[in-house]
């Protein structure tokens, strides 16, 4: 009875919700779970044989896993703080603040080949940008080459960085105006100095958007192929992720395989996005109570 109520009260919005959720479900939903009963597959019957591959020290699940965390990490950290430190400068005013808000835009209008191809000149490993500037404020020796070896995370963290770095500003520079100016003015009554009421007045009140613009980019981070596999190519630290492992099984013809992979993926997307919602709940509950 109480459905019902709510049904005849809402029912113009349920009626344009529909298509909508019908939409999301033949995008995202089917295809998804399509994907997951795929991955046990093995020549047209159900098998768990694709995961008891990856599970082999063959495969090093473990050390793929560990690749993509890692790249996530450099990537979502480098990003936020480009982000916040953007946001609060664009947040203050002065003149020309709409004309520069519009260009820290434009990287992220920037197609992933093209930003990946300007940064491979760079990154280059001699007679480029990267070296040629470090060299010249005396901070390095001799030239580094940026896509071997481990500093290639790096490099692919900085370059993604500086593309998508402006949809997480975008977020937090809505959260900042937001803000009420009572409350810096209270907290400025009370004593506070500007790094006390960064503290605890800027950063509790930008949490909710903090929490939203990381699982969103996050969720890319995850499934991060073209960028790097343009910028540091066959470097074997790359070619452990999971996303290069699905695009490789794909490309071999093992698409069961790749489903398996993709699952994969997706539980760790899931159990981070989990987690960190937790996390962010919690650290907002005490910072309450605080």
Not at 84 to 100: D, E, H, K, M, Y
Not at 183 to 196: P, R
Request: proline residues 4%; without cysteine; hydrophobic residues 55%.
């Amino acid at each position: 009875m109480r459905v019902s109520k709510i049904i005849k009260k809402n029912l113009l919005e349920i009626i344009f919700i529909i298509p909508l959720l019908i939409f999301i479900s033949w995008i995202n939903v089917l295809p998804i779970i399509r994907g997951v009963l795929l991955g046990f597959q093995l020549l047209g019957h159900y098998s768990t044989y694709n995961y008891e591959q990856l599970a082999t020290p063959t495969y090093s699940i473990v050390n793929k896993t560990m690749n993509t965390v890692i790249i996530v990490a450099l990537a979502l950290s480098i990003e936020f703080a480009l982000a916040l430190l953007t946001s609060l400068l664009l947040n203050r005013n002065f003149r020309g603040r709409t004309f520069f808000r519009s260009i820290v835009m434009l990287p992220y209008g920037v197609a992933t080949v093209v930003s990946a191809i300007g940064f491979t000149f760079i990154f280059a490993p001699s007679g480029w940008y990267g070296n040629e500037i470090l060299l010249k404020l005396g901070l390095i020796h001799s030239d580094i080459n940026w896509i071997k070896g481990p500093i290639a995370f790096l490099s692919v963290a900085v370059a993604d960085s500086w593309k998508t770095f402006p949809l997480i500003m975008l977020i937090l520079l809505g959260g900042l105006q937001t803000i009420p100016d009572s409350l810096y003015e209270a907290a400025a009554i009370d004593g506070a100095s500007k790094i006390q009421q960064f503290r605890h007045v800027t950063i509790p009140s930008l949490f909710p958007f903090i929490m939203i613009a990381l699982i969103i980019r996050a969720v890319s981070e995850f499934n991060i192929l073209s960028l790097p596999l343009i910028l540091v190519g066959n470097n074997l630290l790359f070619l452990g992720t999971l996303a290069y492992d699905i695009y490789i099984s794909f490309s071999l013809g093992s698409a069961n395989l790749a489903d398996a992979v993709a699952t994969i993926l997706l539980v760790i997307v899931m159990l981070f996005v989990a987690l960190y919602i937790y996390a962010s709940n919690r650290l907002m509950e005490r910072g309450s109570d605080e």
